[in-house]
């Protein structure tokens, strides 16, 4: 397992067993920034019950299945994020209206026209608010062992809900860290 001196963009934040936190309980936030002043991510495996189409019309017809808002984190809800996974061949620092994270994954600028992005990408996710950390505060929360650091794959930003992602991403590790993904949802009833 890794620390905190491991994060970086394109990494995965798993939620640890004990994590109980209603925000992130068997979580998976994918890292968008990490730096000094703090870090920022999106929870990849919580969809709602919102379309894309309802809120963001131009973006509802191009989101990847199923076309539902994502919720990113408990921090400005409000806000709307979009992470998409190029196609190969596709530099994000030759396409206007994207920001690159890490390999073939990028942020979207929801303000530009999807005709223009979407042919260049193999699928996309819109988030509504973020997981953020202070300076210091999620190297405490690593420490303390609410989080597991992996490095991310570019398809884990566009897995579908029916996927478990938090027990995929922990079966990838290999053992011991692959037995987590057996942890039951509620011990008292195991």
Not at 14 to 25: I, K, Y
Not at 32 to 45: A, F, K, M, S, Y
Request: hydrophobic fraction near 40%.
């Amino acid at each position: 397992m890794r620390d905190e001196d491991d994060v970086q963009p394109g990494s995965l934040l798993v939620a640890a067993t004990g994590l109980t936190d209603p925000n992130f309980r068997r979580t998976v936030v994918y890292v968008i920034d990490h730096r000094g002043e703090g870090t920022l991510g999106v929870v990849l495996n919580r969809p709602s019950e919102v379309a894309v189409h309802d809120v963001l019309p131009n973006w509802g017809p191009h989101v990847s299945r199923p076309q539902a808002v994502y919720i990113g984190g408990p921090v400005e809800q409000k806000t709307a994020l979009c992470l998409a996974a190029l196609r190969a061949g596709e530099d994000h620092q030759s396409i206007k209206g994207m920001v690159g994270v890490h390999g073939p994954v990028a942020l979207i600028d929801l303000d530009s026209d999807p005709d223009d992005l979407v042919p260049k990408v193999r699928g996309l996710r819109v988030f509504a608010g973020y997981a953020g950390w202070n300076e210091g505060q999620l190297a405490g929360e690593i420490e303390r062992g609410d989080w597991l650091v992996f490095p991310g794959l570019p398809d884990d930003v566009l897995t579908p809900p029916n996927v478990d992602l938090w027990g995929r991403v922990l079966r990838r590790q290999g053992m011991p860290t692959a037995l987590l993904a057996s942890f039951p949802v509620d011990v008292r009833r195991n």
